[in-house]
């Protein structure tokens, strides 16, 4: 049976190379969004894969949105967890609103994404859950208090999780992609990429591709002894 994949923040970026690769790989698949119909639909047409509005952030929309993925494609094998947004200021600076917004979407969008998919995975005995992480979740970033936060409380999810599901035959693992070409990336001053650049032993960005191969790798369906690890890929910027 072909197995069917669920991949938040899917239609643009690092997303949008995860579906398109897990499509190469024989999934059905298909992307959450936030809100840019116009990426929506062109990943609808152009990889030929279900896409649906859903903000990670609100409970009763992820529940909805999964459950009309599973009428229409079937159960939920591969979950990845990729929605992610920044709001970037020290945090003297910081308002309420900023902080809140990055814990709901980049963290606790997990649980609103998860909670619901995991119960038919044990019954299962089967499952694959990626998380994306961060390299600054591993190492903390100045003016990124609440991203960091977020992100390292997303390899602590991701340990914790793995632990728990073990024995049911679902893997629960991070990727921690460092600075990768994409949107998120692109909004970063050019004095500041610059110097980002040069602090990256391999002298350049990621390409999303690289990392949706990094995720590709670990939801395979024989990957089952790799579990609560995060895989880094930072070009050698951060090594753990």
């Not at 298909?30 to 990889?47: K, M, Q």
């Not at 977020?150 to 600075?179: C, D, M």
Request: aromatic share 4%; hydrophobic share 45%; proline share 2%.
């Amino acid at each position: 049976m072909t197995r069917v994949a669920v991949v938040t923040g899917g239609t643009r970026g690092i997303g949008r190379a995860i579906c398109q690769q897990l499509k190469a790989d024989g999934l059905r698949v298909a992307a959450f969004y936030a809100g840019n119909d116009e990426a929506a639909r062109a990943c609808r047409e152009e990889l030929d894969i279900l896409a649906l509005k859903c903000d990670v952030a609100e409970s009763l929309e992820c529940r909805s949105a999964l459950k009309e993925v599973e009428e229409l494609l079937g159960p939920i094998d591969v979950l990845v967890n990729n929605a992610g947004v920044t709001h970037d200021m020290a945090l003297h600076k910081m308002e309420d609103a900023a902080w809140d917004q990055v814990i709901r979407v980049d963290l606790s969008g997990l649980y609103n994404m998860t909670r619901p998919v995991i119960g038919g995975m044990r019954e299962r005995g089967h499952g694959r859950i990626v998380n994306i992480a961060s390299i600054n979740g591993q190492k903390g970033q100045f003016g990124q208090t609440n991203y960091a936060a977020a992100k390292a409380g997303v390899i602590g999810f991701t340990k914790a999780l793995a632990l728990e599901t073990a024995r049911k035959g679902i893997t629960v693992n991070a990727v921690a992609p460092g600075y990768i070409d994409t949107d998120m990336v692109a909004h970063v001053p050019a004095e500041v990429l610059t110097h980002i650049k040069a602090d990256i032993p391999v002298g350049r960005l990621g390409q999303p591709e690289e990392v949706a191969r990094c995720v590709a790798f670990l939801a395979a369906e024989g990957q089952g002894f790799i579990t609560g690890a995060t895989l880094t890929i930072n070009g050698g910027q951060y090594m753990v």
